[in-house]
C-alpha cells in the first residue's frame, strides 16, 4: 500500500485562556509551523514509529499492546490516538508512521495536539476512513485527554479547522472569524510552561477563591468584544483589550518575570496591547502591532532577552500533503 502524508498547523492562544477551560470562549489562530506524519505499510503487525525530531529513531508496538507498559512522552499522543482509532474503526493491520515538525514542542505551539490531528487524518486517508473534520477533532481531543487529563481542546481545533477561530469547549462552538494574518509579534521566553500543572494551580485557586469566577466573567466579555473587533479588522482595540487581559491573567498569578518583561518591552516599543498566550509560567507572550513598528517591537522582545519568533498567523489547518 502506499504512504499518505498528513499535515497540521500548531497554533496561539489570542485571548480567553484559562477561562476557556470552564466553559468560557476563547480565541485562538492557527502558525504557518506545522506537524507531519507519514504513514506507510508495516509487514509484521506491529506499529513503527519514527520521530527524529524528538530524538526517537525507533519505536515498535505490538498493536494489542498499545496505551499499554512504557510509552516515551514523545510518542504518547502519537500512541493514544492510534489506539482510539483502531478501536473505533476496528483496525487490525500494522503500520509505520514517521513524524516532523517544523517546530520545537518547547514553544507552546501545541505540537501535541497537531501530531495527534495530523495522525488521525493519516490514518483515515490511508485505511479510507472518510474522518470529517470533526470525527478528526474528536479522536484527536480524545488522544489528548487520555494522555493529559486536562484541556479545553483549543488547540486540536485551530490544528484541525486553522485560521482564527473562536472556540468554546469541548467543541461546542467553532467559529472562524478571520481569514488573513494578524498583524502579530511573538516571542519566546525561552521557558518551557508545563501546561496541566499550571491548569492544575487556576483550578485550585478558582475552588479556593470565589472572585476567580468574576475574573472568568470579565475575560468572557472581552473575548466577546474581542470577536468583533476582529470582524471589523480594528486591531487598535483588539491591542487594547488584549492589555485588559494580561491584567486579569496576572491576577490568576499565572504571569512570570519573563513574560512581564518582553510585555513591558513592547508595549514601549508602541505595540497597540501584548500579552501572554498560552497557560502561562513561560512559553511565548504576543503583542498587536502597526505593520510600521513590527520590527521594532521584535527587536524589543530580543533586547529584553527572549526570542522573536518570526511566524505567521491564520494558517490553513490539517490537510493531506502531496
Ligand atoms: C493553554 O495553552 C491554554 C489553557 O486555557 C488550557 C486549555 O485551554 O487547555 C490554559
Redesign the pocket.
Known amino acids: 500500500m502506499r504512504q499518505v502524508i498528513a499535515s497540521a498547523p500548531g497554533k496561539l492562544?489570542i485571548m480567553g485562556?484559562?477561562a476557556?477551560?470552564y466553559g468560557a470562549p476563547?480565541i485562538v489562530t492557527a502558525v504557518d509551523q506545522r506537524v507531519r506524519v507519514a504513514v506507510g505499510p508495516n509487514g509484521e503487525g506491529e506499529i513503527h514509529v519514527k520521530s527524529p525530531n524528538v530524538g526517537l529513531d525507533e519505536y515498535h508496538k505490538k498493536l494489542s499492546q498499545l496505551g499499554v507498559g512504557e510509552v516515551p512522552k514523545s510518542m504518547t499522543f502519537v500512541e493514544h490516538l492510534i489506539k482510539r482509532v483502531y478501536k473505533r474503526y476496528s483496525i487490525c493491520s500494522g503500520i509505520t508512521l514517521t513524524t516532523e515538525s517544523d517546530f520545537s514542542s518547547l514553544f507552546?505551539f501545541g505540537s501535541s495536539a497537531a501530531v495527534a490531528v495530523a495522525t488521525a487524518a493519516a490514518l483515515s486517508e490511508y485505511f479510507g476512513l472518510k474522518m470529517s473534520k470533526r470525527d478528526i477533532f474528536d479522536e484527536a481531543y480524545g488522544a489528548v485527554l487520555d494522555v493529559q487529563g486536562?484541556?479545553?481542546?483549543?488547540?486540536v481545533a485551530a490544528s484541525v479547522y486553522g485560521r482564527t477561530i473562536y472556540y468554546v469547549t469541548p467543541g461546542k462552538v467553532i467559529e472562524s472569524i478571520f481569514t488573513g494574518e494578524l498583524p502579530l509579534v511573538v516571542g519566546y521566553t525561552g521557558i518551557k510552561a508545563d501546561?496541566p500543572t499550571?491548569?492544575r494551580q487556576v483550578a485550585e485557586l478558582k475552588r479556593r477563591e470565589k472572585w476567580v469566577d468574576s475574573v472568568f466573567g470579565d475575560i468572557t466579555t472581552l473575548v466577546e468584544r474581542a470577536k468583533i473587533a476582529f470582524q471589523g479588522n480594528n486591531f487598535v482595540q483588539l491591542g487594547k483589550l488584549m492589555d485588559r487581559n494580561q491584567e486579569l491573567l496576572g491576577t490568576l498569578n499565572v504571569s512570570s518575570d519573563m513574560l512581564d518583561q518582553l510585555i513591558r518591552s513592547v508595549r514601549k516599543a508602541g505595540t497597540y496591547g501584548a500579552k501572554l498566550s498560552?497557560?502561562g509560567g513561560g512559553d511565548c507572550m504576543i503583542a498587536m502591532v502597526s505593520p510600521e513598528l513590527r520590527d521594532a517591537a521584535g527587536e524589543a522582545i530580543e533586547e529584553a532577552g527572549g526570542a522573536w519568533l518570526k511566524v505567521k498567523t491564520g494558517a490553513e489547518g490539517v490537510r493531506l500533503e502531496v
Open positions: 492562544m485562556e484559562h476557556v477551560v476563547c507552546g486536562v484541556g479545553s481542546g483549543f488547540d501546561t499550571i491548569v498560552g497557560a
